[in-house]
């Protein structure tokens, strides 16, 4: 109860009284901005973050007219941007250039009037309009301009590619259909700032941050948003009080372990979030995982949401991750392709399980394009060695450094096209020793296993993890299956690496496309039978040497 008294006064404190910065126009995914080269991604995600403390999300009836709409808003102060979208209803996402515009706004909207229902007194900057201030006259016939927040269905994307000229466009075009809009990753750090409000009833100074694929560089449309609640954040946490003299300390709970300081805060923002927060429906708290979280549906931007506690180390790989998509063109490419096709063909899967996750598999990619002759992307010892003390990092003893500077990472020159990649990638791991070695992209080559587990890929910081410990060998087989069977269609294709002549492309679809039909390859038995299908000598025998592995006996 005194958590709701004390509510409005934070949400007026947390809009209305920080410092305002500079606001900074299309911070991701454009290159236009003041620095040279590409923004580090905590630049980046200050500029989001800035943007979205001076936005609010509102529901607008479907006769709304946009001039009117953004006449009577500007009463409040100027806007900066705006776009409309569509998720049970029409949304708008407004940012003014000033804070202050927000709280002018909130005190200028009214507590709804519903018979026969009770609210619950929470304010926030999710709104609804009501009809009479922006309606436009039925003439009009208006219809709002909305932003696609959801991907095209993959038999038009298969279409779509078929009309492309090579497999490298088709790879490009893909990542072009599928990556996250400006919009939508506005929308992503909008959703967890009007989290850390409801947030910061119980801890006003905190940050809730996105991580995983909404920021990493290759989050698709439709994506979960993976949340962080930053506590570090609150001033004083890591003050150390002089030796000598008068210092004061805080009085604290104590528990006796970190994870149960998560899990008690993770829950009771968790009955926060279920019992105040708007828009946030079907509430789990999942406390007992290895990473404790909340698992929520926000339903005004379409968003599964996970969030999370005390998970710097994930923050870390998350930039890690966003370092790499940044180096070369060819990483994300190839990233969005492969998992593109993974989710197609149902090794990945949005239920968790024995599946391969899409961090595994890009993690995969990575080691990949490591192991080129010459390689690609460095591995992650040569980005902690090029690092500057500024870049330390260590979380709860876990090394995390490495060079935020891209400017001080030089590349080797490789000139390898991304179809040979693609077709290189399946075939590298049609053929990989499975059974024996661990993926490692810290060293960028592979080891022993350290312990049995059917796919072994180290964790990148935390190196005692296995970062794919839950897949099993059935599933590990089926993906080793399908790289065959990619990497024998793909160079079935290779008489001609242009769009064959003739025919409609709709009804024939070549390259990149034909890896995401229907696969053959069922099971391990489907391997057998393709192989009677008649294969080209290279593949032929790399099905000969999976046949003569897959009978060795397991370890
Ligand atoms: N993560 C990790 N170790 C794991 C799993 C996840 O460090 N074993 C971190 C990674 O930074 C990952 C993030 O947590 O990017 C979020 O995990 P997840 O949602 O599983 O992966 P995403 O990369 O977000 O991909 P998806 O689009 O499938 O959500
Ligand atoms: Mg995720």
Sequence with gaps: VKCLNTIETILRRSVGTEPVVAHTEGAQGDDSGEKDGPKSLSELMADRQEQAEKSVLISCPSRTSEKKFLKFLSKHGDINKHFFYESYG??????????????????????????HECMVPFKSRLLSLSNQSSAASPAQQPRLPCRPQTTIAINELIQRLSREDSVDDQMGALTEAYQLTEENSRLRFLV???????????????????????????????????MFLDLDTISGWNFKPPKSGLSLEYQMKRTNSERHVTQSILSVIGECVDHFGPGCVGVQKILNARCPLVRFAHQPSGFQCDLTANNRVAMKSTELLY???????????????????ARAHGVT?????????????????????????????????????????????????????????????QLQSNTDTLEQLLGDFFEFYATFPFSRMSI?????????KPEVAPLHIQNPFETSLNVSKNVNTSQLDRFVALCQESAWLLQQGEARTQRGSGGNCMDNPWGLATLLLPSKVAGIKGRKKYKKEGASERIKSLLESLKNKNEEPKR
């Design 440 to 448: 490692n992209i810290r060293k960028g080559r592979e080891q022993n």
């Design 349 to 409: 899967s949005s239920i968790p399980g024995a599946w391969i996750t899409n961090f595994s598999l890009t993690v995969m990619i990575l080691f990949f394009l490591q192991k080129r002759s010459p390689p690609i992307i460095p591995t992650l010892d040569r980005l902690r060695d090029l690092a500057g003390p500024a870049d330390e990092s260590v979380i709860e003893g876990t090394d995390c450094t490495f060079v935020s500077d891209f400017s001080k990472i």
């Design 323 to 341: 370092l790499y998509g940044e180096l070369d063109p060819r990483v994300r490419r190839l990233v969005f392709t492969v998992r593109f096709w």
């Design 90 to 115: 029409v949304y708008a996402v407004v940012e003014f250039a000033r804070r202050d515009s927000v709280v002018s706004l909130l005190e200028s909207a009214a507590i709804p009037n519903v018979n």
């Design 192 to 226: 967890c700032s009007l989290l850390k409000d409801v947030a910061a009833a119980y801890f006003p100074e905190c940050t809730i941050r996105p991580f995983g694929s909404s920021v990493n560089g290759f989050g698709k449309l439709g994506c979960d948003l993976d």
